[in-house]
């Protein structure tokens, strides 16, 4: 474990913090934002003893390598390597990863190479992942900790089904762990995991492939609903569930570089908002009885042209498969049991004609409504071993996202549920967020550090059917995990720590696992306060450096994502090192969670809805008027603002005459409609990445905060307000983004020159929405900064 930072003394300290401050740029940008050499992606595997996780080797190297941590409970500890990517491609000369593959890690925002996901079998011994777009098996051996791994090496006796060996994407190991399934795109395809004999089990016609994807989760539900996959295995091990959908409904989107004229661009099918999405139909495919080839599919057959989004695909041991739909408003959803019939009953599936693909009924479990949008809760719905239906529900009435058992709420008013991690027959393991006014006792391992387990700390517990809360984690954080058998893995971050915490326990006996990531080694001074009538959660977040941390004064820097669903302020240092950095430039620094940022009930969360504009504008402003009251209560000491971390002085007086605002994504929309609909509060900003038009964006996220009203999109847009600009405004935004592409800044850029008005536009060649280039990011912190700089000294 890394021991808390500490303020250190005179003219050392200044150094310290003035060469981190310095390389602050450069070393994030090497370091993949200070991720390289972090264990993450953990598996326990059999009762608990052993765990699979993800690791590259040092704090600048992005290729991850398989490990396993090993823990007896008492005197045998220990992690091993299992999997190298340098020895398996010793002769490969850098990564090439198929286009597809390299969409959906955009998707799931994965920076990494080497191993970066893996498929594990139910007994813990057959793992399958991908390395350059190749298929690799790693066979654990009886100690648990020395493997063989081998390249899978593909054979299909149909030479027409050749072109089905590539690209393989999201392969997934049977639970026996006999056969690996994958999709190319244009086909699933289940091959033997002992000699890669394979076939093409699911294929989309050659007539259909324009816009037709199996096996492959369309881009609304890979973006906006955090499903990555596209088939399913079943317990059996004989039967798959499979995606496939077709997008010819939807518009189709130009992304193009335009340093480089000759290429003629990456053309996608976009599901813009208040356009059609793409149709989504499920098939079963029951495979005979060499678990290679066909013996019957069937269609799904749940309505999806009333539910058309396919949420969530779950198939348990012992159950049949839980589907969760939502219509097109997502204020309606279905959970539903797919009636995949018994062994024996495959053969008695009939069609209507020769012509026609048998149906698979489906059960309605449950139905749910909400007014404005229904949350996706991760995690549900789920089966308990006893065959109880777990789901979640956004009770309007006690202002709480809960679990149901069998349609009964069980998890308490006031623990909002953010995510399922695990349900047995006694209890359910979940990340919550506490709202204290709704639930002001806690668990006494607990009572130290109340105040901070509120909406800014993400907590493990384990909530039985009664409702009791039994804490996982103690101290506020950000934390997940999981559990199996008698092992149990918790990671995350916290206040203390500057480096992410994995630790796996067994028998109630913990071990961390190794981190080799670097850290800023800055000196965090980062102060959580309640701001403005609406009592918004923020952090406040000064200098410690030796040139602007006495001084009486500073410019404020409001650093706010914003929007929907996310949240900044939460008890991670991580969080903060940007705002530290930026505090060093001579800024007293400000994030601020508004409305609908998620974490303090459902009410709160739909306070946005349609008008999601004006109200995250709204908060900003009211907590920039609260802000001098705010830093009075930290430096005379006042109960409600305390000091989180670090240096603890008097704070600056915010200089109210010279704020500007930055922000990326969400955070970037806010940054330009502050110096456009706020001018005498915001004196500049810098938008990175800003969805200016709404309608640009997509259906599933848009839709769900904005409705389907043309006249409510008009409302939230700010290309309208390109006159009101008075301020100045840096645009910044890559041309390779295919999330929030950079139509938005163009247009808004447009119409600004239409209207006379000066701006600054950064377009940024090959850069997607991650900014992945560590030039460009490094860059563009020093390009803000002067930016801000010149613009705050006028």
């Given at each position: 474990m890394t021991k808390p930072l500490q303020p250190a003394a005179g003219q050392a300290a200044d150094s310290i913090q003035s060469e981190a401050v310095r390389e602050y740029a450069a070393n994030k940008a090497r370091t993949t934002r200070f991720t390289c050499g972090a264990p993450r992606c953990a598996t326990l595997l059999g009762d608990g003893e052993r765990m699979l996780f993800l690791r590259s080797d040092g704090s600048e190297d992005t290729v991850t390598a398989l490990w396993v941590s090993v823990n007896n409970g008492t005197d045998a500890v220990g992690e091993f390597m299992l999997a190298d990517p340098r020895t398996l491609l010793a002769d490969a000369d850098a990564e090439d990863v198929p286009a597809e593959e390299r969409a959906r890690r955009e998707r799931a925002r994965e920076s990494g190479s080497g191993i970066v996901a893996y498929s594990v079998d139910d007994a813990g011994r057959t793992v399958l992942f991908t390395i350059n777009g190749e298929l690799f098996v790693c066979e654990l051996g009886e100690d648990g900790v020395t493997a063989a791994t081998r390249r899978l090496e593909l054979t299909f006796d149909d030479d027409g089904e050749r072109q089905y060996a590539a690209p393989i994407l999201n392969p997934r190991v049977s639970p026996d762990g006999t056969r690996v399934a994958y999709a190319t795109g244009t086909a699933v395809v289940v091959a033997e995991t002992a000699t890669g004999r394979a076939h093409a089990v699911f294929t989309v016609a050659e007539q259909d492939r324009a816009t037709m994807r199996a096996g492959l989760a369309e881009f609304a539900a890979a973006e906006e609903m955090d499903r990555y996959s596209g088939f399913w295995w079943g317990p059996d091990s004989r039967t798959?569930?499979?995606?496939?959908?077709?997008?010819?409904?939807?518009p189709l989107w130009t992304i193009s570089d335009p340093a480089n004229p000759a290429d003629p661009g990456m053309r996608h099918r976009y599901p813009r908002a208040l356009t059609q999405n793409a149709v989504v139909d499920l098939f079963a495919v029951h495979l005979a009885d060499d678990r290679l080839h066909v013996d019957r599919t069937a269609l799904v057959d749940w309505d999806n042209a009333a539910y058309e989004y396919l949420a969530v695909v779950r198939w348990q041991s012992g159950q049949r498969p839980l589907l969760r739909v939502l219509n097109r408003l997502q204020t309606d959803e279905q959970i539903l049991r797919v009636d995949v019939p018994e062994e024996s009953g495959w053969a008695h599936l009939t069609s209507i004609d020769e012509h026609t693909m048998p149906l698979l009924p489906v059960s309605v479990l449950e139905t749910h409504h909400n007014d404005q949008w229904i949350d996706l809760i991760d995690g549900t719905p789920a089966y308990t071993p006893d065959g109880r239906l777990i789901c979640s529900v956004n009770d309007m009435r006690a202002d709480t996202n809960r679990l149901t058992v069998d349609g009964v709420p069980f998890t308490p008013a006031g623990w909002q549920v953010r995510a399922l991690l695990d349900a047995d027959d006694g209890t359910v393991m979940c990340v919550v967020q506490r709202t204290p006014e709704l639930a002001p006792d806690v668990p006494k391992a607990w009572r130290a550090t109340a105040a901070d387990h509120d909406a800014r700390s993400f907590d493990v517990v384990a909530i039985d059917y009664e409702g009791h809360v039994y804490p996982v984690t103690d101290e506020p954080g950000v934390w997940s995990a999981s559990r199996r058998g008698d092992g149990l893995m918790i990671a995350g971050r916290d206040m203390a720590h500057p480096q992410a915490q994995m630790m796996h326990y067994f028998h109630g006996n913990g071990v961390y696992v190794k981190n080799h990531a670097a850290v800023p080694g800055l000196t965090m001074n980062v102060r959580f306060a309640r701001l403005g009538e609406r009592s918004l959660h923020a952090a406040i977040v000064a200098p410690t450096g030796a040139q602007y941390a006495a001084a009486r004064q500073l410019p404020v820097l409001m650093h706010p994502y914003g929007g929907p669903g996310f949240q900044e302020v939460t008890m991670s240092m991580a969080?903060?090192?940007d705002a530290q950095w930026w505090a060093e430039?001579?800024?007293l620094v400000v994030v601020v969670d508004g409305r609908g940022t998620t974490g303090r009930g459902p009410r709160w969360d739909r306070e946005i809805h349609e008008c999601m504009k004006d109200v995250t504008l709204a908060d900003q402003v009211d907590a920039v008027h609260a802000l001098a009251d705010a830093v009075q209560a930290i430096n005379t000491g006042q109960p409600h603002a305390r000091h989180a971390h670090a240096a603890v002085r008097a704070l600056p007086a915010p200089d109210l005459e010279r704020v500007a605002m930055i922000g990326w994504s969400y955070g970037g929309f806010l940054s330009a409609l502050a110096v456009l609909r706020?001018?005498?509060?915001?004196?500049?900003?810098?938008?990175?990445?800003?969805?200016?038009?709404?309608?640009?964006?997509?259906?599933?996220?848009?839709?769900?905060?904005?409705?389907?009203?043309?006249?409510?999109?008009?409302?939230?847009?700010?290309?309208?307000?390109?006159?009101?600009?008075?301020r100045p405004l840096m645009l910044i935004h890559g041309f390779a983004d295919d999330n929030v592409t950079i139509a938005h800044s163009l247009r808004l850029s447009q119409a600004l020159m239409e209207a006379g008005r000066e701006h600054t536009f950064l377009p940024l060649t090959g850069i997607t929405h991650m900014t992945n280039d560590p030039a460009v990011a490094r860059n563009l912190l020093v390009l803000q900064r002067d930016f801000l700089a010149r613009a705050l000294a006028r």
């Open positions: 798959l569930l499979v995606e496939c959908f077709d997008s010819a409904a939807e969080a903060y090192w430039q001579g800024y706020a001018p005498d509060v915001f004196a500049a900003a810098c938008a990175g990445a800003p969805p200016t038009d709404w309608t640009l964006y997509d259906t599933c996220y848009t839709e769900r905060y904005l409705g389907l009203d043309p006249e409510v999109y008009a409302r939230n847009s700010i290309i309208a307000d390109a006159p009101r600009l008075r």
